[in-house]
């Protein structure tokens, strides 16, 4: 902060005075002209220094670093992020978190981008400093995270239950299986999930629940790219669509679901039939 005084003018005033008390005798004593631009020069080389090495918190470089991500530049922000030395398990979760709201927030362009970052991060990971066996790894940090916020989501019973969640988390889902970071393990579960959602049940005379899932499904099924990894699983996409086509046929000949939630079960199983 500058100041508002002429620090020369004042002692120039002061010195007008004639009562020698000791206030002022260690004014004109401790703070001289000279003393005083000497302190302030010290305090802004001081302030010079503490600047200059003053280190960005990790949490604070791990949001700006992924706010730069773009395709000229994802190979440099992984070699960035990678170098960032973790102090804490807090710290690597932190990152997690990011990487999945980058998912969900952004574009269809920026979205396959983050997940070849996650794919990339898989092995970075937090070591604790007293037991150097005791690592926590990024990956295992995710796939929990994301499991977790797709049990949360998929209770369509939840009085707070949103579609758009839900369509969310599938859409984070689908981004990691298409970059490797999902296996196929977890995705067979979804389908098999869906599958028992959407199945038709004599008994059931409350469609809300087949209603939403095929709504999850086709965000879900949109979403997967035609890759190696789908290609594995081929067999399993193709049950996956014999059984949506027989539940649409069910659905048509009773009309127990709206027209729109009918087509919306066509979309799946069509979109499913493009990937293979």
């Not at 700006?64 to 030395?85: A, E, G, P, R």
């Not at 804490?88 to 990487?99: F, G």
């Not at 269809?108 to 037991?131: F, R, V, W």
């Not at 699983?233 to 069910?250: G, V, W």
């Amino acid at each position: 902060m500058v100041s508002n005084y002429n620090t020369t003018d004042i002692i120039k005033e002061l010195s007008y005075i004639t009562e020698q008390n000791e206030d002022i005798i260690k004014f004109f004593k401790e703070f001289s002209v000279e003393n005083i631009n000497k302190i302030n020069s010290d305090n802004n080389v001081s302030q010079l220094f503490r600047d200059s090495t003053i280190e960005e918190p990790n949490n604070t470089k791990i949001i700006q670093y992924l706010n730069k991500i773009h395709s000229k530049n994802l190979t440099k922000t992984i070699l960035m992020i990678k170098d960032i030395n973790f102090k804490s398990v807090d710290e690597l979760q932190h990152l997690v978190n990011q990487c999945i709201l980058k998912i969900k927030r952004e574009s269809e362009q920026i979205k396959p981008l983050i997940g070849a970052l996650c794919y990339e991060l898989s092995m970075s990971h937090y070591t604790d400093k007293e037991n150097n066996d005791n690592k926590t790894y990024f990956r295992k940090l995710l796939l929990t995270t994301v499991g977790n916020e797709y049990i949360s989501s998929s209770n369509y019973d939840d009085d707070k239950w949103s579609k758009e969640i839900c369509s969310k988390s599938m859409t984070v889902i689908a981004t990691l299986y298409n970059n490797d970071v999902v296996p196929n393990e977890i995705l067979l579960s979804v389908f098999d999930d869906l599958k028992k959602n959407i199945k038709y049940d004599t008994k059931n005379n409350n469609m809300n629940c087949v209603e939403k899932s095929i709504q999850i499904c086709i965000h879900l099924t949109s979403s997967l790219s035609n890759n190696e990894n789908i290609k594995t699983i081929k067999n399993d996409i193709e049950q996956m669509i014999k059984f949506l086509q027989e539940q649409l046929n069910i659905y048509n000949e009773n009309l127990k679901i709206t027209k729109k939630s009918r087509l919306e079960l066509l979309t799946c199983l069509t979109t499913l039939e493009k990937l293979i």
